[in-house]
């Protein structure tokens, strides 16, 4: 079974259009992140949701809305895509977070062209 | 500011040339520094955790080492399927952010 799996895999769309990329993690954890890594490899953190409440917002347009029906599942929908958002995009999980630093698992990532 | 910085950021080596890999932070009060491995088309997958300086942790031909200013890993007689991108992360201070470094790309050449 896959620890944290995200659909699609691959996206390709064009610019304008609105499009969600949907993350589920069964390990149990109580945090759940969307992080963006760049044509670079430089991964950054986007959001972060605790128990279903957003604790990290980056800097990051508005766009980009996370949701979170329940503690396994955080959503991303992107709207009005920009060719700037071509990335991949990474959910990820972790135990609850507390005084020492936890292990974020990833998922395989989701492929995001805008053509 | 909180800053990781890994190097170099590319490594070419033959198959059972050891070498290290860099990893310098500067944070207030570590909670914690991480190592991962990427593979193309793949997602990170978790290697280590480091906590305080002097700490050692071993996995087949890796060994990561931590002092109070940077990480190393310890690649010994690497074989072509560890090459990989190599990822380490540490908590921002006082925050739940975790900042990642840029990684090293290393390629094993049999």
């Known amino acids: 079974d896959t620890a944290v799996s995200q659909t699609p895999k691959y996206l390709v769309t064009q610019m304008g259009n609105d499009k969600s990329i949907k993350c589920e993690q069964n390990?149990?954890?109580?945090?759940m992140y969307w992080y963006k890594q760049d044509s670079k490899k430089f991964l950054k953190i986007m959001f972060s949701?605790?128990?279903?409440?957003?604790?990290i917002n980056e800097t990051v347009p508005n766009r980009f809305s996370p949701k979170s029906p329940d503690k396994a599942h955080l959503n991303l929908h992107i709207n009005s895509l920009e060719l700037g958002d071509s990335a991949v995009y990474f959910c990820?999980?972790?135990?609850?977070?507390?005084?020492?630093?936890?292990?974020?698992?990833f998922g395989e990532g989701s492929w995001l062209t805008v053509v | 500011e909180d800053q990781v910085t890994q190097s170099p950021e590319a490594l070419r080596l033959q198959e059972g040339e050891s070498s290290s890999l860099n990893c310098s932070y500067t944070?207030?009060?570590?909670?914690?520094l991480f190592w991962y491995r990427q593979d193309p088309g793949k997602g990170p997958e978790f290697l280590f955790t480091?906590?305080?300086a002097g700490e050692e942790k071993e996995k087949e031909r890796l060994k990561a080492t931590l002092t109070k200013k940077e990480s190393f890993l310890h690649i010994t007689a690497p074989k072509p399927e560890d090459s990989a991108t190599y990822l380490c992360?540490?908590?921002?201070?006082?925050?739940?952010?975790?900042?990642f470094g840029t990684g090293t790309r290393l390629k094993v050449l049999a």
């Open positions: 480091l906590y305080s």
């Open positions: 990820a999980s972790s135990p609850p977070l507390g005084g020492s630093g936890n292990t974020i698992y």
């Open positions: 992360a540490v908590p921002f201070s006082g925050t739940y952010k975790y900042i």
């Open positions: 944070v207030s009060g570590l909670r914690g």
């Open positions: 390990l149990g954890h109580d945090t």
């Open positions: 949701y605790n128990n279903k409440e957003l604790i």
